[in-house]
Each structure stands twice: as C-alpha cells, then as structure tokens.
C-alpha cells in the first residue's frame, strides 16, 4: 500500500543553515553568518538558556504543569481566558490546530500570494482547497495587503490567512483593514490574522478585535463593538524570542471556540523544556526590547545604505530587489552572508536579508553592495 495522493501537496522550503552550506562549500562554517530565516540575532534568552540547561534532569515527565503555566502566563500577558490560548509545536503546530478545528473535506481557504507556505500546506492536510489573493504591488510600489486585494479574492472560503506584518514583504493590515475583512466576509469564515513578527511592529494586536471595544483608540468615542468570534490571532516565540529550535508557538481564539482545544490538539502539544523556557523568555523583556530596538536599526541602516529599491519593513527583515536573485543569492553565500532567495515565494527579483546585529548587518550590506556593482 502507499501514501493517499499527495500530488498537490508542497514541500516547505526552509532558508539554508549554516552547516549545511558550509559543508557543500567546503568551508569552515566559522566564515559565514545565516540571514536568511528571520532567527533572532542575539540568540535565545539567556534567562531561557539557564531554564533549558536547569530542566534537562526532569524530562521524563509528561509536561501537564508546565503547559497550565505557560498558558496562564500567556492568558495574564494578553488579558484573555486561558482556554483563548491553544499552545502548539510552533505557530505552525498551532495553524494546524485552526485547521482541524475548522476544515471539513472539500472546505476551501485563502492564502496571500506570495506568502507563507504552511497556510496551503495545512490546509492540505486537512483535506481541504487552497485559493490565493495576490498581495503583489499595486499602484504605489508597495504590497497591496489591503481589506480590497482579499475582498475582491473571497468566494466564501472557511479561513482567510493575513499575515501581518507580512513575510516576504514586511508590510503590514491596518487593524481597520483587519476588521473590514471580518466584516466582509460571511459568518462561518475564519480569519486568521498571523503575528509571527507583531513583536516588531507598533501596531496593535488584531487581538483588539476579540475583546469587548468600548472605544479602542479615542477616535470613534461613540462606538462600541461586542468581541468577534471569527479573527485568531498567532504568535509564535521563534523570533523576537529566538526559540525557534525549541518549537514553541499558539493562538489566541475568540471565547466562543475555548472548548475546541481539548478535542483537536495533540496531546502534549508542547514539550516540557519548551514550556519551561517560554515562561522565562517572557519574563526576560530586556532581550526582546534589546531584540525589536536592534531588528528596527537594522532594517532602517539596511534601507537607506543599500544601492538597490527596497520595502518598507515592519519585521525583523528586509525584502530587496536585485534582478536575480538566485545569482545574487549565490554570490551572497560564497561572500558568507546566506540571505533568502525568494524565488520559492514566486519573486525571483528579490531576497530577503534578516535583520542581523550591527556588525552582520554592515557586513551584509557592503558585500550585497559589492555584489550589485558587479
Ligand atoms: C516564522 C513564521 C511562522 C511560525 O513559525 P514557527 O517557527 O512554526 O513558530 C508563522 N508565520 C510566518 C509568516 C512566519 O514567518
């Protein structure tokens, strides 16, 4: 017997390590800095670091108190029920949960294109249809992630993926744009709003739309909304947090979907030591202020010193264009600086460089520069 037919289904192309190429190279991995998957440039938290290192002699126990504190702890931070936050193996553990808690056979969804893969892979799983909305750039140059780009692509699909900010662009949805979806679409549609990077950018949680609004920000004192119970927000702590190797993300869900947890999720969906290191990389703010202060310098430096058109970024990455990104890239990578080809997202004119601490960032853009003169 074999696999059922898999022949839609995509592989996820992640950005390459540093070993890995090293090792094709033949070069000493010493000699090379990877920017090319949005990891944290300090490094995890020296708080989570200690907690890892302090663990390890308690593993043989399932984590059941561990996940019930990393989920209060998140419930306080956020300010929701702790039945709104669905743990998972990542944030792409938890769109997998939004997926079975969601999708019957033949459901459709809506994906950015270009944009995260997982979304259609996920969906895929769950045996369900992907259609896209195209986010390419309109009139003004920059990504159209806009309440009409996804308006105009919606025929009814059972969940819509925003990402914001938006991986590969790093553009961002307004919160009203967020909001004129979930008003757009019908009743029975899922909107889930992706906040991988919403630790670098000053814009409001779409977490706003779950609570009861009397009047969010002062500018319409008269209105009141009650809490949606069709926007999930994800979060995920391999980036601003710089756990990506550990595997830890969640969602936060409307108060009407609590219940659905239990009976989706894997049971243990996080480990212990993930659990454990979550709860002190929250706590550890000075890394994430120093982490998003850093990301925020980076993008700007890279901005106004690269010789090449770049967008305006809200997240721990620049998207560049280059021509051809898949020379540039390779020329990038013997240089020692490994950035992300975007050729896999359907740009083959531009890479993704991470935001990396001061030094990797000059380095990145002075051999990005030399690369371009050639
Ligand atoms: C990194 C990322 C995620 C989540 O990654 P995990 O490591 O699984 O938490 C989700 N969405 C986008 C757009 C990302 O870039």
Redesign the pocket.
């Known amino acids: 017997m074999r696999p059922r037919d898999l022949s839609d289904h995509v592989e996820y192309r992640a950005g390459r390590g540093i070993e890995e190429v090293a090792r094709e190279l033949g070069r000493d991995p010493e000699e090379f800095v990877k920017l090319a998957s ?1 990891e944290n440039m300090f490094g995890p938290s020296p708080a989570a670091v200690e907690t890892i290192e302090a663990s390890a002699s308690e593993v043989h126990h399932y984590p059941t108190a561990d996940q019930q504190d990393l989920t209060a702890a998140l419930a306080e931070a956020w300010d929701v029920a702790s039945e709104q936050v669905w743990l998972a193996n ?4 938890a769109l997998d949960y939004l997926s079975r808690a969601a999708l019957e056979p033949g459901d459709a969804v809506l994906v950015p294109d270009p944009g ?1 893969a ?1 979304y259609g892979m996920s969906a895929r799983f769950h045996h369900g249809e992907v259609r896209e909305y195209d986010v390419s750039p309109g009139d003004d140059g920059g990504f159209a992630l806009t309440a009409e780009r996804v308006l105009d692509a919606y025929d009814g699909e059972r969940i819509v993926y925003l ?1 914001s900010p938006h ?1 590969p662009s790093g553009g961002r949805f307004t919160l009203d744009a967020i909001e004129a979806i979930a008003d757009g679409t019908r009743e029975e549609t899922l909107v889930v709003v ?1 906040e ?1 990077y919403g630790e670098f950018t000053e814009a409001p949680s779409a977490l706003e739309l779950l609570r009861d609004r009397a009047d969010v920000d002062g500018s319409h004192p008269a209105a009141s909304h009650a809490p949606r119970d069709d926007v999930a927000v ?1 979060r ?1 702590f ?2 601003a947090y710089g756990l ?1 190797g550990l ?1 830890l ?1 969640y969602a936060l869900v409307p108060e009407a979907w609590g219940d659905a947890y239990a009976r989706v999720n894997t049971p243990f969906a996080t480990s212990f030591i993930a659990c454990r290191a979550g709860l002190a990389a929250l706590d550890d703010v000075a890394h994430v202020e120093q982490t998003v202060e850093t990301a925020r310098w980076s993008r700007e430096y890279m901005a106004e010193h690269l010789n090449a058109p770049t967008y305006e970024s809200h997240a721990n990455f620049l998207l560049v264009e280059v021509g051809d990104a898949s020379a540039v890239a390779e020329a990038m990578q013997e240089r020692g600086v490994i950035v992300r080809d975007c050729s896999s997202f359907g740009l083959p004119g531009c890479v993704r460089i991470t935001c990396g601490t001061e030094a990797e960032t000059e380095r990145a853009v002075r051999e990005l520069n030399e690369v371009l003169a050639e």
């Open positions: 949005n990542g944030g792409d553990g995260f997982y990402t991986n992706d991988a994800l995920t391999s980036k990506a595997r993300g």
